[in-house]
């Protein structure tokens, strides 16, 4: 990290950092340490989380363009996490909190059950490497942790500059009896909540095409 998110993570990690119980990883979660949003933020109300939030462009946006909805950010990087709460700060953003741990993990053991109303992937990696496919997260494992999350009706967003990859995407979540697609034709019409990015300027610059993806969360059995 730079001096300054160095700083800013002595200076800000106790405002916006979510302690989180650490099984054996340093960026694990250990089983059964369930965090409450109502307490965390000191209200109920709806709540958006980002995985892999990187320089946290997009969730601090979103969290100052709605103050009315309570914010989550995931990335195991502590540089982008120091980023992220620089800007936080800066823009004084009560809605927004940080988590330093692996998603699934947070999908599966830090939140409660039902409790999220969006989940958002916005470029993950796309591992792009043959033998390195399998680290991809949006895979048929990603599937039941995203929907134990998310609460009937909610949505999960994805977007990518990787065709492959969004082909791979979609071909999950057409096997995913949990999700339907919210959605016509072939893709999602681009997310107006998801700010442009420096990330996704590249890929456009580079010539790649953008692909949205968004699946609604069906009612539980």
Do not use: C
């Not at 933020?41 to 997009?58: D, M």
């Not at 809605?95 to 999220?116: K, M």
């Not at 010539?207 to 969360?217: H, V």
């Amino acid at each position: 990290m730079s001096d300054a998110q160095e700083r800013g993570w002595a200076e800000l990690a106790p405002r916006f950092l979510l302690t989180v119980e650490r099984d054996a990883a340093a960026t694990s979660v250990r089983p059964g340490s369930v965090v409450d949003p109502a307490e965390v933020f000191g209200r109920t109300a709806p709540l958006i989380v980002e995985i892999g939030s990187g320089q946290g462009h997009a969730i601090v946006h979103a969290a100052s363009a709605h103050p009315e909805r309570d914010h989550v950010a995931v990335e195991v990087f502590r540089a982008g996490l120091a980023r992220t709460m620089l800007d936080a700060d800066r823009a004084g953003l009560e809605n927004l909190r940080l988590v330093e741990a692996n998603a699934p993990e947070v999908l599966e053991h830090l939140l409660p059950a039902g409790s999220v109303d969006e989940i958002w992937v916005f470029f993950p990696d796309p591992w792009h490497k043959t033998k390195h496919n399998k680290r991809r997260l949006i895979a048929p494992a990603f599937v039941p942790l995203a929907a134990r999350a998310l609460r009937e009706g909610g949505v999960l967003r994805l977007a990518t500059d990787w065709e492959e990859y969004a082909l791979q995407m979609r071909e999950v979540f057409a096997d995913a009896a949990e999700f339907a697609p919210a959605f016509d034709g072939e893709w999602a019409p681009r997310f107006d909540g998801r700010v442009m990015t420096a990330f996704e300027r590249k890929g456009l610059a580079k010539g790649r095409e953008i692909r949205d993806l968004a699946y609604r969360r069906r009612e539980r059995a």
